[in-house]
């Protein structure tokens, strides 16, 4: 029997009582007109086989709420080229998703960038993600650009339009890059990319949605008009997210921190604590008028189809046979 699940959501909202109408931000979210919403994912490749059936289960999960796209990350120095570019190509071939594959300009020279890039093209691949990438020693340390290669991510970004009519999306970060000695230099460095060609900037992730909105405002003051994608992560281990957010020159709010003191043995609290605060962000960006939301999925599934529910993504698109 075909379910209507749109029609059923709305059906269902229109019979809701009308105090719901002055409930919280996410029950605000799951009542409104979502229709112009797009949701995408990150993934990661994996390492090994329980790795990747890991994976492919939240693959086919989240294909389920027919994202926009969906990337596929690269590590640092090209350190998983070949597993990113299976893990692509498989989506190519098995799904009915919409791959983007990270690139960076780490490690490689123009030649060995613009084979990789081809490779992509013929296998069905219409998307990147242009980055200049961390260093091989890791983040923190000193960048040094490859003496043949692509120096910075507006220079790969060039090259890749170049070598095919690529969709390039590019990185974004509401708190500065770390590297980025001010406001200025962040905001010159994003519009050279999109002078070079980017169609979208997806944003390093943050915690608050004031962050992601004062930095839509700066980057819309300097001129720049290509769409602004939050990056929102769904990290329920908040040892690693702090990891990555001192990494990364992301200000950890100490009322976050301070939800998560004492339950480094409790996963389940921590899961049901980002779950809610994901989903409250989420709506929190929905209401100031956001519409394209990217989520770091960690490769499982479960806090991804939370937020994409409430974000409308209920369509049972089919997966290739």
Same mark, same amino acid.
């Given at each position: /029997? ?10 269902? @909202? ?39 059936? !890991?994976?492919?289960?939240? #693959? ?30 498989? /989506? ?110 997806? +944003?390093?992730?943050?915690?608050? !949605? ?36 001192? /990494? ?20 389940? +609290? ?11 962000? +989420? ?13 770091? +999925?960690?490769?499982? !599934? ?10 409308? @993504?209920?369509?049972?698109?089919? #997966?290739?046979?």
């Amino acid at each position: /029997m075909a379910v209507n699940l749109e029609a059923d959501s709305k059906l269902m @909202r229109d019979n809701m009582h009308p105090a719901t109408l002055n409930a919280g931000p996410v029950a605000k979210t799951a009542r409104a007109d979502r229709a112009d919403v797009k949701v995408s994912y990150e993934f990661f490749p994996p390492k090994n086989e329980k790795m990747e059936t !890991a994976l492919w289960d939240s #693959i086919r999960k989240l294909e389920l709420h027919n994202p926009d796209f969906v990337s596929v990350t690269y590590g640092a120095g090209g350190s998983t080229r070949e597993r990113t570019h299976r893990t692509v190509s498989r /989506m190519v071939q098995e799904t009915n998703l919409r791959p983007a594959a990270h690139l960076t300009c780490v490690g490689s020279d123009v030649s060995e960038i613009n084979e990789i890039a081809n490779d992509y093209w013929d296998s069905g691949v219409r998307h990147i993600v242009a980055l200049r990438g961390d260093p091989p020693e890791g983040i923190g340390r000193r960048y040094v650009p490859h003496a043949k290669g692509f120096a910075y991510g507006s220079d790969l970004v060039a090259g890749l339009k170049k070598v095919a009519d690529f969709e390039v999306s590019v990185s974004a970060y509401p708190e500065r890059h770390p590297e980025s000695p001010s406001w200025d230099a962040e905001l010159d460095n994003l519009k050279r990319k999109v002078d070079a060609g980017a169609t979208r900037a997806i +944003t390093q992730f943050f915690f608050e !949605a004031e962050t992601f909105l004062r930095f839509q405002d700066r980057v819309q003051a300097a001129g720049i008009d290509i769409p602004i994608v939050p990056g929102l992560m769904l990290q329920p281990n908040f040892q690693g997210l702090k990891r990555m957010s001192d /990494m990364c020159g992301v200000r950890v709010p100490e009322w976050y921190a301070f939800l998560f003191e004492g339950l480094n043995e409790d996963p389940e +609290t921590r899961n049901l604590l980002t779950s809610s605060l994901a989903l409250e962000l +989420t709506a929190s960006l929905f209401d100031a008028g956001v519409r394209h939301f990217h989520l770091y +999925t960690l490769n499982r !599934a479960g806090l991804a189809v939370s937020v994409s529910r409430i974000l409308g @993504r209920h369509s049972l698109k089919r #997966i290739k046979e």
